[in-house]
């Protein structure tokens, strides 16, 4: 693997790594979007699931005393229930088309969130004005 490469790789685990700081979520839509772009698929999938799960776990021990684990069990279940069944179909797709697919996806969801109803308003209980 040449320097450039590795620089870039090393630049889109950071980039994923600071959007999934700031928001929990989208290490892989943020990596995935370069890595899948010099990595084959059976190779960027897999890095950036590690990636994802380091840093879901790092978040985790700081916010661990807040998470209602009783009510995250259904959540942790069908995620590890869905693991195998993707990880089968990705050994299945060709890579091009895989490529593709997560770029429709992106877009399509960058779309939607874009344009749905009350898009960046938070909605907050009025605090009484102490005084």
Partial sequence: ????????????????GVVSGFSGF??????GVILL????PLLAVPL??????ASQISSLAVIRQFVQWRESAPLLIG???G?????YFLTLINAHVFRILVG????????YTLTKPGFGMVRQAASPVMG
């Fill in 1 to 16: 693997m040449s320097e450039l490469s590795t620089l870039v790789l090393t630049i889109a685990i950071f980039l994923g």
């Fill in 104 to 111: 429709i996806f992106l877009v399509s969801y960058a779309i």
């Fill in 83 to 87: 693991e195998p069944i993707a990880l």
């Fill in 79 to 81: 995620g590890a229930g």
């Fill in 37 to 40: 772009h010099f990595l084959e």
């Fill in 26 to 31: 989208a290490f892989s839509a943020v990596s």
């Fill in 48 to 53: 950036m699931m590690c990636c994802s799960i």
